[in-house]
């Protein structure tokens, strides 16, 4: 928690909408349509694949000039630092900044603040942005897009989620990883275990297909994470999980019956009080006859194909 909050910027595809705004609601408990969200619960950039940049906030001022006279008051801890303007790009009402302008008020700012500027090799990144008819100060960060680097796996699936897809439903299940613990028990190639274990939520995977289960573990350990994949099916789970994720089995590949789709979420329901699930299909009912209620839900949408992303309790 930060009392004045942190400003979120995202980008993301008209098709990604619903699906980010569903991981919004997970993380922040509220969403907007726009492109920028304020909230005081602290979430690294890092974390989302449609978060863009984070500033947390240290002044706000509903004028340029009470911000450079608040910004005269802040002392760079001992460090070089260089200011980054936000306004790069629309956000929500706030037309973006021409590149000559944002450099002036990169300078204007800097000037007024107490230590050493470094273009090249800063210690600290401050950012300065004008959102919702106000300006804003603070630490800056940018996202590593760390997802983009798990787009090339050694080993692939034709049912596979794509990794941005996998990332937000690893962070609808699991926002807040500290004490959690979760499964995949239908994990395929692995596509969420791997955000998920980058994003250090003790999640573990399990198939009852075999080669997926070997795929999974080779994805896992090509990024260097460490995590366990087991091979059996569902109905052989023991242990209770606080999560489970369920990218559903659908007919266009596996075969699998609508008993079979609701055996699964019936174990699923068995192991887990909260459980996200990926369904091509449409199976309110069977959740429901499976003694969960959907508490949340999005459609992830890829041209025509869509899948529905239900949060179960
Ligand atoms: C849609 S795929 C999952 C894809 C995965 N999310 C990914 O991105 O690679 C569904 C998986 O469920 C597995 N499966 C089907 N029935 C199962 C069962 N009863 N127990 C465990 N896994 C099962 C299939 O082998 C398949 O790999």
């Known amino acids: ?134 300006w804003f100060f603070g630490k800056y960060e940018e996202s590593k897009a760390i997802w983009f680097h798990h787009q090339k796996k050694p080993h692939s699936y034709s049912t596979a989620l794509s990794t941005r897809v996998a990332r937000a439903v690893a962070n609808i299940a699991v926002p807040f990883p500290e004490g959690i613990r979760a499964i995949d028990p239908c994990c395929g190639i692995g596509t969420v275990l791997v955000e998920a274990l980058s994003m250090g939520i003790d999640m573990m995977g399990r198939d009852i297909n075999p080669l997926v289960v070997k795929g999974s573990r080779k994805n896992i350990a090509h990024f260097g994470y460490e995590g366990t994949v087991v091979k059996g099916p569902i109905a052989d789970v023991r242990e209770t999980y606080d999560v489970v994720v369920i990218d559903m089995p659908y007919n266009l590949f596996t075969h699998i019956t609508p008993e079979g789709q609701l055996g699964i979420i019936q174990d699923a329901r068995r192991i887990a009080k909260k459980a996200v699930i990926v369904t091509v299909d449409t199976i309110d009912n069977m959740v429901s006859e499976a003694g969960f209620s959907i508490a949340d839900r999005c459609v992830a949408k890829k041209g025509t194909f869509e899948r529905q992303v239900l949060v179960c309790e």
């Not at 304020?38 to 000039?65: N, Q």
């Open 1 to 134: 928690m930060n009392e004045l909050g942190f400003l979120y910027t995202y980008v993301r595809h008209v098709d990604e909408q619903d699906l980010c705004r569903l991981e919004m609601r997970a993380f922040f408990g509220e969403d907007t349509l726009g492109n920028v969200i304020k909230s005081t619960v602290r979430v690294d950039a890092d974390r989302s694949p449609f978060m863009k940049e984070r500033l947390e906030i240290i002044f706000e001022d509903a004028e340029f000039e009470g911000l450079l006279r608040q910004v005269s008051n802040f002392q760079v801890e001992g460090e070089t630092f260089r200011v980054m303007s936000m306004n790069t790009t629309d956000l929500d009402g706030e037309k973006k900044f021409p590149h000559a302008d944002r450099r002036k008020i990169e300078r204007e700012i800097g000037l007024c603040i107490q230590g050493e500027p470094d273009l090249t090799a800063p210690a600290v990144l401050l950012g300065v942005v004008k959102w919702n008819g106000k």
